[in-house]
């Protein structure tokens, strides 16, 4: 059984940094394509995405000050955010699917995590 567990958020001001960390288990496939999306107000949207090719991908909002990462021997996903904004704000979740491409769509997850929360304030 896949497992997510999240960790790392938290309150900073604007400017910030923040790591966020996902540790993985149960996971039986050769690849599969991990990712971190933000629940704000509105919808939940994907920030970024490792693919089953190790490629990298980012939401046009955070690309040059979030970088994502993955320690495959601690089994860990890693989001890295600097120069962290309010509108940054929201609930953290990390996502993952067997299969590469499409990595914006929420529905093509099969496994998430419970989320962490990260507040920026002005």
């Known amino acids: 059984q896949v497992q997510l567990v999240e960790s790392g958020g938290g309150s900073v001001q604007a400017g910030g940094s923040l790591t966020l960390s996902c540790a993985y288990s149960g996971y039986k496939y050769n690849s599969w394509c991990m990712a971190w999306f933000r629940q704000g107000p509105g919808e939940r949207q994907a920030v970024a995405a490792i693919?089953?090719?190790?490629?990298?991908h980012y939401a046009d909002s955070v690309k040059g000050r979030f970088t994502i990462s993955k320690d495959r021997f601690k089994g860990t996903l890693i989001l890295q955010m600097n120069s962290l904004k309010p509108e940054d704000t929201g609930m953290y979740y990390c996502a993952a699917k067997p299969y590469g491409g499409a990595w914006e769509t929420l529905a093509f997850y099969e496994w998430w995590g419970q989320g962490t929360q990260v507040t920026v304030s002005s």
């Open positions: 693919d089953t090719d190790d490629s990298t």
